[in-house]
């Protein structure tokens, strides 16, 4: 059973170019998170996402960045005409319904690391 | 707001010894505490959780304490390898989100 999957792994792009992270939740789980990590900083929540719907977005930036969970495909962050505050790791977990995970674990994939230049 | 502090120092203790990390929050009363661990270039692993109602979980060579009126958990790591060599970030938790610290990064040395 694959965990989760990011891709790209690393991501350069300009100032002003869109960035497109990709996520594949773990088989079987139909509830997607973003978080961001930036240096020395601890990972913050971005937006909660289950197939078809966004549950919670009150991390999200306002602006620019827009996320979506379709029903055929993996979850999708996206982000607009990036700025070099953009840079930072991004990370997408996914869990199983409430009722199968008791310890509210999350399972994390292993990361898109985004630089704008 | 909210705050969560980790050790600030990273942590560098001889293989053997136990590792004890601090986890401080204020203005917040979380339903659960997780640990987890993170190595670099990786993303988090899931460790341990510890819900509002509990004191203490033990895992294996882990142990995690939680004491909701100092606002504070520990996390400790007995009988420590240089595999245990890692940054470990605590998580507070409410329903579905998680808001996490820092992270301390631990280094046991041979």
């Known amino acids: 059973n694959a965990g989760v999957m990011q891709n790209p792994r690393h991501l350069v792009r300009r100032r002003g170019q869109e960035a497109r992270l990709r996520c594949s939740p773990m088989k079987g789980h139909s509830h997607v998170y973003w978080y961001r990590q930036l240096p020395e900083e601890g990972l913050k929540f971005m937006v909660y996402?289950?197939?078809?719907?966004?549950?919670?977005e009150s991390g999200m930036p306002k602006e620019r960045f827009s996320a979506e969970f379709p029903k055929e495909g993996p979850s999708i962050l996206r982000i607009q005409q990036v700025v070099r505050g953009d840079s930072a790791a991004y990370f997408c977990?996914?869990?199983?319904?409430?009722?199968?995970?008791?310890?509210?674990?999350?399972?994390f994939g292993q990361g898109t690391r985004l630089t704008v230049v | 707001s909210q705050k969560i502090e980790q050790n600030s120092e990273a942590l560098n203790i001889q293989e053997g010894k136990t590792a004890t990390l601090t986890c401080n929050y204020t203005?917040?009363?979380?339903?659960?505490l997780q640990w987890y661990r993170q190595d670099p270039g990786r993303g988090p692993v899931f460790l341990l959780l510890i819900r509002e109602n509990e004191k203490e979980k033990r895992k294996e060579r882990l142990k995690v304490t939680f004491d909701t009126t100092l606002k504070q958990s520990l996390f400790h790591i007995t009988a420590s390898q240089p595999a245990d060599s890692a940054t470990y970030l605590c998580a507070l938790g409410d329903d579905y989100k998680l808001s996490f610290g820092a992270g301390t990064t631990v280094t046991v040395r041979a």
């Open positions: 977990a996914s869990s199983p319904p409430e009722a199968r995970n008791p310890n509210a674990e999350a399972f």
């Open positions: 996402l289950q197939k078809e719907n966004i549950i919670d």
């Open positions: 203005n917040y009363s979380p339903a659960y």
